[in-house]
């Protein structure tokens, strides 16, 4: 069965920098895409970035143009997203998903349990 796995959350200070890692498992990737999403207290789950397997193609909602990079490791089948100038509205659950490509970038299938990013002030 699929699975993702993040990793590489935890707290830092506004203005400081994080890369998460999202190992995916379980099938072949190569015909899909995958995205981070995050989630804040009270608020609904939104996307912040997205890859395809094949190309490399990125997609960035505007909100996070600039500060975040999607990036994956094909031989380690890792996708990881570099976080800088972190601010504290960036605090949320940091969740990895995948999603067949042609649904690319906003349909997903699988979901790994997140990863929590903590940013003080």
């Known amino acids: 069965q699929v699975q993702l796995v993040e990793s590489g959350g935890g707290l830092v200070q506004a203005g400081g920098s994080l890369r998460l890692s999202c190992a995916a498992s379980?099938?072949?990737?190569?015909?899909?895409?995958m995205g981070w999403f995050r989630q804040a207290p009270g608020k609904e789950r939104a996307i912040v970035a997205a890859?395809?397997?094949?190309?490399?193609?990125?997609y960035y909602p505007n909100s996070a143009k600039g500060r975040f990079t999607i990036s994956r490791d094909s031989a380690k089948n890792t996708v990881y997203l570099q976080m800088n100038s972190l601010k504290p509205e960036d605090t949320a659950v940091y969740y990895c998903a995948a999603g067949p490509i042609n649904k690319f970038p906003t349909g997903y299938e699988f979901w790994g349990q997140g990863t929590q990013v903590t940013v003080s002030s």
């Open positions: 890859i395809t397997w094949s190309l490399g193609t990125t």
């Open positions: 379980g099938r072949t990737f190569s015909s899909y895409h």
